[in-house]
């Protein structure tokens, strides 16, 4: 349309603010020294530039989330290093669609993973293992920690202000604010590898998929964000809790036959009826795979079996010594091991997974108590349902959606920008993960991610982790290689 076209041609600038407030200063830092131990144990002492940028955008909604860190490593283990053309890595701390602040962080973020509440939550323990922010320092990148707004944020009118697409628009507006920076802020700017897990393993991979997407416009330029692109080069996802309007159904699909934790049995009609329901959007993907053509509900089960799940239990098990992969197998039965391969049923699978995580519908909750029906939150309502299923359920079936929810679902879509429309502004480079026993959605969201980014030829480095719950990392180290590999 007419207004479609107007907007992409305004796009890299009107849209766009150069105000003097978002110029990084290169000399307005922090000198700090850190012990960094590395994923093979060695300590290293690096010295770095902490510097905190006070908002990356000219016209902050709420600053102490709209704010960003930038660590530049200078001295490690004594030996000088020039982080001025380094890979950037931008690490986002989002979790559960929740506000992110690193407005208060004296140095770079440390480690511990998931914290109780999440990636946002509690500090870790001193003693814990390095942060991922802090291995890419150690290994001589440059780190950029933003922080962003969230789902919960109400102002004293009552009003949500960090509900969709908050946290994607503002995760954007940093990154144009580090493009902005070229030539003054350390690193090289298009190196920027984005990373993120669970809620900001979903924004990670929007940020990748959807780079310099003018539908995100009106809103970065209502913040004043900076004068540059927001493409990113490449792309890490953990866990990514995304594709959330098709996920009730996926998650049926995947984990219908499962129990809850409880014991009980979800509702075996509404979850039917999510399940078969997902083999239409399936098919609407047009995904395929090497040795499946077309994948579709009936061989999806198999794919998923024979691409990711047995590959990663036979990593798994061929790292275990002789006698530890003996009990393993005696205690899982279900797999057969031969020629060093491990080979199972999907029904099988399931059943050693045991209970699901989330009743039915995992997403869209009928009566609106799910993070994701926050997320959609407008205005002063705080929650909204998102899928014509669950709304109808509630409301009957005449019921419509908000009328702006659609769009929202698409600025909140990686698959958007993969799919229905084919961005190839996106990063090129890809490192998904999930472990195998994460129901926090279903295993066919990352799985669809990572098979249509192949179809598109992009580069998906995609690994599933054995036995791992939500929030899993077990390959830190080789992210921190793939950086360098990818980026060279
Ligand atoms: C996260 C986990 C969820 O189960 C979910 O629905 C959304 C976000 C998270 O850990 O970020």
Redesign the pocket.
């Known amino acids: 349309s007419g207004a479609r076209a107007a907007s992409r041609t305004s796009a890299a600038s009107s849209a766009a603010s150069t105000d003097s407030s978002l110029v990084f200063d290169p000399s307005s830092y922090t000198e700090l020294t850190t012990s960094i131990t590395d994923t093979t144990g060695t300590a290293h002492e690096v010295v770095y530039h902490f510097y905190k940028v006070a908002s990356y955008v000219a016209n902050p909604v709420d600053a102490t989330y709209q704010s960003l860190n930038v660590s530049v490593p200078v001295k490690i283990d004594g030996s000088v290093v020039d982080a001025s053309g380094a890979p950037i890595l931008f690490a986002n701390q ?5 506000p992110s602040s690193v407005a208060n962080a004296t140095g770079i973020g440390a480690g511990g993973g ?1 914290g109780p509440g ?2 946002g939550g509690p500090a870790p323990a001193a003693d814990s293992a390095a942060s991922r922010q802090q291995l890419a320092l150690a290994a001589g990148y440059v780190v950029v920690e933003p922080g962003a707004r969230g789902r919960s944020l109400v102002d004293s009118s009552g009003t949500y202000y960090g509900t969709a697409p908050a946290a994607i628009v503002d995760l954007k507006a940093a990154v144009r604010y580090v493009k902005f920076n070229k030539g003054r802020i350390p690193g090289n700017v298009d190196r920027i590898v984005s990373a993120g ?6 924004l990670s991979s929007l940020l990748g998929a959807s780079g310099d997407s003018p539908v995100y416009d009106s809103y970065l330029r209502e913040l004043g964000a900076a004068d540059a692109s927001d493409a990113i080069f490449a792309t890490g996802a953990w ?1 990514p ?1 995304t594709d959330l309007e098709h996920a009730d159904m996926a998650y049926e699909w995947n984990w219908g036959a499962n129990l809850l934790s409880s014991g009980s049995v979800v509702d075996q009609t509404i979850s039917k009826a999510l399940s078969s329901a997902y083999g239409d959007y399936l098919a609407s993907l047009r995904l395929t795979a090497k040795g499946f053509g077309t994948l579709t509900a009936r061989n999806l089960d198999e794919y998923l079996v024979r691409t990711h799940l047995e590959p990663s239990a036979t990593k798994y098990l061929a790292a275990l010594s002789d006698a530890d992969r003996a009990t393993y197998l005696a205690a899982n039965s279900f797999i057969t091991w031969s020629g060093g391969r491990a080979a199972f049923s999907w029904a099988d699978f399931l059943t050693h997974v045991g209970a699901r ?2 009743d039915t519908p ?2 869209d909750a009928f009566d609106r108590s ?3 029906n926050n997320e959609f939150g407008t205005g002063t309502t705080a929650d909204r349902h998102f899928t014509l299923y669950s709304l109808r359920h509630e409301e009957g079936a005449s019921a419509r959606l908000d009328s702006d929810i659609p769009a929202k679902l698409h600025l909140m879509n990686p698959m958007y920008h993969l799919v229905d429309r084919v961005n190839e502004n996106r990063s090129k480079h890809w490192w998904i993960r999930l472990g195998t026993k994460d129901s ?2 279903a295993l066919t969201v990352a799985g669809n991610l990572a098979a249509r980014l192949k179809n598109l030829g992009d580069d998906v480095d995609t690994s599933y982790y054995w036995d791992a719950g ?2 899993a990392d077990n390959d830190p180290g080789d992210f921190v290689t793939w950086i360098a590999t990818v980026s060279g």
């Not at 989002?94 to 929740?98: F, H, K, L, P, W």
């Open positions: 989002v979790g559960g669609y929740m998931m999440g990636p897990v669970s809620a900001g393993g979903a866990c809790i995580k989330k995992a997403f799910a993070p994701e926090d959605t939500h929030g």
